[in-house]
């Protein structure tokens, strides 16, 4: 079976704000890894509720995605992705009602 060629010079490729990140945090110290992690996590979720901003989210399955199992951890890095600048996030301090986040 013949693999096709693909000439990735002559493809454009859209990838919104995940270039736009990763552009961003090339010179952002604070980053780390678990902060990517849960931007991409976020971003997927983005692309889930079709491209709405915001959109909301659910902490365990935000956590779970992201293979973050500390709450604590969780929204010390959400927190700091908003404080950063990445993202808005709106929590709704209600466990009936879902916060949630706007990729900036």
């Not at 079976?1 to 454009?12: A, F, I, N, R, T």
């Not at 983005?46 to 902490?59: H, K, M, N, T």
């Not at 929204?75 to 808005?88: E, H, T, V, W």
Request: glycine content about 6%; aromatic content about 10%; overall charge positive.
């Amino acid at each position: 079976m013949e693999q096709e060629h693909v000439d990735l010079k002559s493809k454009q490729m859209k990838v919104g704000p995940i270039d736009g990140f990763i552009r961003s945090i090339r010179n952002d110290p604070r980053i780390c890894i678990s902060h990517i992690g849960l931007f991409t996590v976020l971003y997927h979720q983005q692309l889930e509720y079709g491209g709405q901003a915001p959109f909301p989210i659910s902490r365990d399955e935000i956590m779970e995605a992201a293979k973050i199992s500390s709450t604590a951890t969780y929204f010390k890095i959400l927190n700091q992705l908003a404080d950063y600048g990445y993202i808005r996030y709106m929590p709704t301090y209600n466990r009936m009602k879902n916060s949630k986040v706007q990729i900036i």
